[in-house]
């Protein structure tokens, strides 16, 4: 069964860093682009950043872009998100998905497989 699942949220001071982790079982993982999204309550789910299967692309939002990394490593089936210069306008469930193509898509529809999310919360 497809499987991915988030970790290395938690509570942080606007300014400081967090990286989160995704692991994936259940499929074949450099096949697939990999996603972060995330979802604060009453909003849509909002696109962060995405990574070819290749780890050799990337893409982001422009909300985040210069302060947030994602990265993966294929021999451990696992993407992360480097957060740094946290704001609380971050603050939200941040969740990894997988999309199956050649391209590094930024809707919530594109994407074949869901995490259960990972909580971050940043306070002023």
């Known amino acids: 069964q497809v499987q991915l699942v988030e970790s290395g949220g938690g509570l942080v001071q606007a300014g400081g860093s967090l990286r989160l982790s995704c692991v994936a079982s259940?499929?074949?993982?450099?096949?697939?682009?990999m996603g972060w999204f995330r979802q604060a309550p009453g909003k849509e789910r909002e696109f962060v950043a995405a990574?070819?299967?290749?780890?050799?692309?990337?893409y982001y939002a422009d909300s985040v872009t210069g302060r947030f990394t994602i990265s993966r490593d294929n021999a451990k089936n696992t993407v992360y998100l480097e957060l740094n210069s946290l704001t609380p306008e971050d603050t939200a469930v941040y969740y990894c998905?997988?999309?199956?193509?050649?391209?590094?898509?930024?809707?919530?529809?594109?994407?074949?497989?869901w995490g259960q999310g990972t909580q971050v919360t940043v306070s002023s």
């Open positions: 990574i070819a299967g290749s780890g050799r692309s990337s």
């Open positions: 259940g499929f074949s993982f450099t096949n697939y682009n």
């Open positions: 998905a997988a999309h199956f193509g050649r391209r590094l898509p930024s809707r919530v529809s594109e994407y074949d497989y």
